[in-house]
């Protein structure tokens, strides 16, 4: 899987009490139950060597919106790139929520490979990323890639008993192979801005990608 997230080295370090996984997981479950309501399903995927992946499906809302959330990716810290030696206290923390009007719960397998970078490849996940599937999205889909945008506008933020990090909820954006191309190149705020001139419904499932000459 293609990705352009900064990579690093295994975690080592000691853990707390109140930061454990499962203390972690189920403050982030009550987080999204509160935001969108009872999960209307999950999923899990345990891929081999990685902690478990859950993907929470939320709706249809009044409006058809489906939301996708992962559930795993912020049991631990993403390690600063540069660090020699990991915390597994200390660095930024995330969960993935995708926004499909209608819903495709084939892309709940895609989700969870990318919750699982960060284990699988070490991956700071961050927003203005990118994560590039190699593969439709979902069967059918016009995407193969996502952008991670900003955080705090879907889900706020769930912070976390000191030292650690609070737990940032990263809005995906799917992206056709031209678009990632295309951001590569000129960077997630300027095609950003393509899909914000262009009136772009990136809730769309079907939709077509924006002109970029």
Known sequence: MAHDFPSFGDPHGGSSPELSREAVLAAVEARLITTFGEPSGRAAVTFLGTDRIEVLRFGPDAEGLVRYATLGMSAAPMADPTALVADQL??????LVLTVRGGRDGVLRSLATFAATPQVEGLVVAPGGSLDLGAPLWDGAPFTSVLA????????????AEPAEPVRFLPLLPMTPNEAGWKRVHGAAALQERWLEQGTDLRDPQRRGVKLD
Do not use: C, S, Y
């Not at 200390?90 to 969960?95: F, L, N, S, T, Y």
């Not at 945008?149 to 976390?160: F, Q, S, Y």
């Open 90 to 95: 200390r660095g930024p923390r995330a969960e």
């Open 149 to 160: 945008a900003e955080p705090g506008g879907l889900v706020e933020d769930l912070e976390l």
